[in-house]
């Protein structure tokens, strides 16, 4: 089973978005979309950020 960064980054912001969604809010519909928007969030930040750093050596 091949386990890259990019599935280990889904699934952090997938079990983080899911656990934060069911803390904050209490109506299923509201879970649902504070959770996909954190999701969301999660992964368009961590792309954006590891294209910011792509230029910089090591």
Do not use: C, N, T
């Amino acid at each position: 089973m091949m386990h890259s960064h990019l599935v280990l980054l889904v699934l952090f912001a997938f079990f983080v978005s899911l656990v934060f969604a069911l803390l904050a809010k209490d109506a299923v519909a509201e879970q649902m979309r504070l959770g996909g928007l954190m999701f969301a969030g999660f992964i368009a930040a961590a792309i954006v950020l590891g294209w910011l750093m792509y230029p910089f050596p090591f």
